[in-house]
């Protein structure tokens, strides 16, 4: 099985500031299998970037994704208010025993 | 354009069992792996397990297997998921989701499901 390990749990940074994100796999995963999400509270995941490096339709170009691998990674270029959020990364290659999410990483207002 | 579209909200008794449907609207529904996925109240996201339906044979997460049905009802484009002994631990949104064999992923709205005495 294929474990995703989020770092860091948490990030503190203030609105205009940088966010980088990681997401490690325990082993080589597909690059067009693996997506990210922001998550508020009470909604369903948000699909930010999949395949790896691909934003989703409405997503704004301050989110960006790259990496392969094991070692992947989604950067926030200047953080608006909005996107203090949890964002989760995931692997859903189905010819694989099945779908695994990292722990999430929350990125709170400082 | 197709949707993933869950049934309302449950409240169960410790002991009980949920069934919790999703239909597949605007798509081929058959060829495709349906999972469906746990987010227990501020937790993260846990893969349960998932059918494709048009083979009928699910694979269920080792966490819940024994405890977990999934099924499928092609004529009505409906996937089921079905979780027994249910105890307040398994308060929790339940998703639906597929990746329809592409790379993005749609998920259903979610449904809650409260387990209390």
């Known amino acids: 099985e294929i474990v995703l390990t989020q770092s860091p749990g948490t990030l503190s940074l203030s609105p205009g500031e940088r966010a980088t ?14 997506v990210w999400y922001q998550q508020k509270p009470g909604q369903a995941p948000r ?4 395949g790896a490096s691909l934003r989703a339709t409405g997503v704004p170009d301050r989110f960006s994704g790259s990496g ?7 950067t926030i270029s200047r953080l608006e208010p909005d996107d203090f959020a949890v964002y ?3 692997q859903h290659d189905t010819s694989l025993r099945g779908w695994t999410f990292g722990q999430g990483t929350k990125v709170e207002a400082k | 354009q ?32 349906i999972n ?32 977990v049905t999934i099924s499928a009802d092609i004529s009505t484009s409906t996937v089921y998921m079905e979780l027994n002994s249910l105890t307040s631990e398994d ?9 329809f064999d592409g790379l993005e992923v749609l998920w259903g709205q979610g449904t809650l ?5």
């Not at chain 2, 869950?6 to 169960?12: F, I, L, T, Y």
């Not at chain 2, 308060?91 to 990746?99: E, K, Q």
Request: aromatic share 14%; net charge positive; with cysteine.
């Open chain 1, 21 to 34: 994100l990681y997401c490690r796999a325990s082993q080589s995963v597909s690059s067009s299998y693996l």
């Open chain 1, 47 to 50: 699909l930010l970037i999949y």
């Open chain 1, 68 to 74: 392969s691998g094991t070692d992947f990674t989604l």
């Open chain 1, 88 to 90: 989760y990364c995931h």
């Open chain 2, 2 to 33: 197709v949707q993933l579209v869950q049934s309302g909200a449950e409240v169960k008794k410790p002991g009980s069992s949920v069934k919790v449907s999703c239909r597949t609207s605007g798509g081929t529904f058959s060829s495709y792996v």
């Open chain 2, 36 to 67: 469906w996925v746990r987010q227990a109240p501020g937790q993260g996201l846990e893969w349960m397990g998932g059918i494709t339906p048009i083979f009928g044979s699910p694979k269920y997460a080792d966490k819940f297997q024994g405890r």
């Open chain 2, 91 to 99: 308060t929790a949104v339940f998703y639906c989701a597929s990746n």
């Open chain 2, 113 to 117: 499901v409260t387990v209390s005495a």
